[in-house]
């Protein structure tokens, strides 16, 4: 597969799909707004049933699947979809994924990929076109299962989200120590194979300072030219105030931006080119990757 380069290409993504009620409805209305150009979905959540509902009702929206192996939110919690025993290291005592990456990556790799499977089988079962796949906090981009990251998103045809650096990607500040070779070498592999590598992955501005529309244009001036991805995390005003209310705000606040008129300036005003994932999936199947 050959992605283009020549300018700044972006997907605009929201994360976290199918965590909340408001997540979904960002989903929705920023898609139909034009300032969320693909999105995934955590199908271990409780609020998977409403988002599968709106990608089946709205074909045209792009959704992959938010391949999920922690539990991060207190005291909101979720599940794997699969019932891995306690020698598979997966879950707490309660049964709950890990809240932590470094916790998750001691996950025996087979009960990782069973996990991760039965994830994608539940998004298709659901009636979800299913457009790409990526990784709840990194962690199933880890050295430990990056190869198997890889091995399913060749199995279903799928591109599978690649960053060339790691130590850049915001999960590998808190991931723990990481054998960057071992991925380097599967992003090696993944280039070779023609498999679509992206420059850099810029997320949503967890600690910032300023308010919202300083972060983020900002964060839209930092693109450089070639192929990034914008991980965001948008959500509506109502429920993730009780799920995390220190921080609903990064959310809510990053939603509220993305519905104004300031996004689409911006991505005039950088010379942006907005893609999504549907496209880099359909090229793939059309060149047979």
């Given amino acids: 597969m050959t992605v283009k380069t020549a300018r700044k290409r972006v997907v605009i993504h929201e994360d976290d799909v199918g965590m909340s009620h408001g997540a979904n409805i960002a989903f929705f209305e920023l898609s139909r707004f034009g300032t969320c150009s693909s999105g995934s979905v955590m199908a271990p959540c409780p609020w998977f049933p409403e988002a599968a509902q709106i990608a089946v009702a709205n074909p045209d929206f792009d959704l992959g699947v938010h391949l999920t192996l922690t539990s991060e939110q207190k005291p909101y919690r979720w599940r794997p979809l699969t019932n891995p025993p306690k020698s598979a290291a997966m879950t707490d005592e309660f049964g709950y994924f890990w809240p932590t990456v470094p916790q998750a990556r001691k996950a025996h790799p087979d009960a990782v990929e069973a996990e991760l499977r039965a994830q994608i089988e539940c998004a298709i079962a659901a009636g979800i076109d299913i457009t790409h796949l990526d ?37 590998a500040s808190y991931a723990g ?23 850099i992955v810029l997320e949503t501005p967890w600690a910032r300072k300023t308010d919202a529309q300083t972060a983020y244009h900002a964060m ?18 109502g429920d993730f105030e009780a799920i995390n209310p220190p921080d609903a705000h990064l959310r809510t606040e990053e939603y509220a931006l993305f519905k104004t008129a300031r996004v689409k300036a911006w991505i005039s ?14 090229e793939l199947r059309a060149a047979k990757i």
Avoid at 147 to 153: C, D, F, S, T
Avoid at 275 to 280: D, E, T, V
């Fill in 269 to 282: 005003e950088f010379d942006i080119e907005v893609i999504g994932m549907r496209g880099m999936r359909d």
């Fill in 135 to 171: 990784a709840h906090m990194g962690t199933a981009q880890m050295p430990e299962f990056i190869a198997i990251y890889r091995k399913l998103g060749r199995e279903y045809r799928l591109p599978a989200l690649l960053v060339k650096d790691l130590s850049g990607y915001n999960p």
């Fill in 220 to 237: 839209f001036a930092r693109i450089p030219e070639g192929l990034s991805f914008l991980s965001l995390h948008f959500n509506t005003v």
């Fill in 177 to 199: 120590e990481l054998d960057i070779a071992r991925y380097d070498a599967e992003i090696v592999r993944a280039q070779a194979a023609g498999e679509p590598v992206f420059d």
